[in-house]
């Protein structure tokens, strides 16, 4: 089941320990009106991912924030407890943000420059936006 997680005090922000990619980000950070923590979960997450929705494509951390406008869902970490809990997770919270968010017609990443990151996007369907000093931003097409 996806939960969307927009209230500081729900549980699900407990497991932002185990966030390898932006472990730095405060679980207050996380949920605000241009943001949103998804998670699959079945008893308890098996997979979480955070987003930004921005009028801009940020290419460092310190650029994720507010926007007046936003028109751009920005991925800027993801991780998994289950084999394909990752992937599926993309697919349904892209799909809600879809839904409920009809302004939003970008979906791109703000990544990692590690091998991982980039083997599990293109994978998954995503294209190189923009390689930056410290990340990589790649675009999902929907």
Excluded: Q
């Excluded at 005090?9 to 990619?21: F, G, N, R, S």
């Excluded at 951390?61 to 993801?78: K, S």
């Amino acid at each position: 089941m996806l939960s969307i997680v927009t209230d500081i005090t729900d549980p699900i922000l407990d497991y932002i320990k185990d966030d390898p990619v932006r472990p730095e980000i405060s679980r207050e950070f996380r949920v605000s009106t241009n943001r949103r923590v998804y998670a699959l979960v079945d008893k308890k997450p098996t997979a979480i991912v955070c987003v930004n929705f921005l009028d801009r494509i940020p290419t460092r951390v310190d650029e994720l924030g507010e926007a007046v406008d936003p028109n751009t869902a920005v991925f800027y970490t993801i991780w998994s407890y289950a084999p394909g809990a990752g992937v599926k997770l993309l697919r349904e919270a892209t799909r809600s943000i879809r839904e409920n968010f009809p302004y939003i017609t970008r979906f791109v990443t703000l990544s990692p420059k590690t091998e991982l990151a980039r083997r599990f996007h293109i994978k998954n369907g995503a294209i190189v936006l923009a390689d930056n000093p410290e990340t990589v931003n790649y675009e999902y097409i929907i």
